[in-house]
């Protein structure tokens, strides 16, 4: 019988035979909730909702990237902090704009303009650009997962 961790590695080799990248198989997993609802639910959802499930979705995808290969728990935790850190979630956004759409130009306003409150070692105006991240990613994947699929591999995290 097989352990759990070669099923998931099983698993993982047939996603990789299939060409299926780890965004796509994550977003496969997760997509039929996102179906469950309409464009004019997701409409009605505030930025700040988004960006609370964004940065779900958004810290599971970096999880997922650094799983393979096998590590310690804590060199887990230390690429995973340094990837959702508000500063590089910024830098994220900085480097996704020249690929965004209007109308996930007008998310990602609408998600910098819904962060208040920010930790105060934080400049303003880079929470205001992580938030937008996560506000565009929480949108995208409840409305288009092939596209946020398009985006967060266009982001090339750094295996160690």
Not at 20 to 47: F, G, K, R
Not at 118 to 124: F, I, N, Q, S, V
């Amino acid at each position: 019988m097989k352990s759990k961790e070669e099923d998931l590695l099983d698993g993982q080799d047939r996603a990789t035979k299939e060409s299926l990248s780890w965004t796509e198989a994550l977003l496969a997993n997760t997509a039929p909730l996102s179906q469950q609802i309409s464009l004019s639910q997701v409409q009605q959802i505030s930025p700040t909702a988004l960006a609370y499930l964004g940065d779900a979705i958004y810290e599971m995808y970096v999880r997922i990237f650094y799983l393979l290969p096998l590590q310690r728990p804590e060199t887990y935790h230390r690429l995973v902090v340094a990837q959702v850190r508000a500063e590089t979630q910024a830098l994220h956004l900085r480097s996704l704009t020249p690929h965004l759409r209007n109308t996930e130009l007008e998310i990602v306003r609408r998600g910098r303009n819904a962060a208040t409150g920010r930790p105060k070692r934080l400049d303003p105006q880079i929470y205001q650009q992580a938030t937008s991240l996560e506000t565009l990613i929480g949108y995208l994947y409840l409305t288009d997962c092939q596209r946020l699929t398009e985006l967060l591999e266009i982001l090339h995290l750094e295996k160690e």
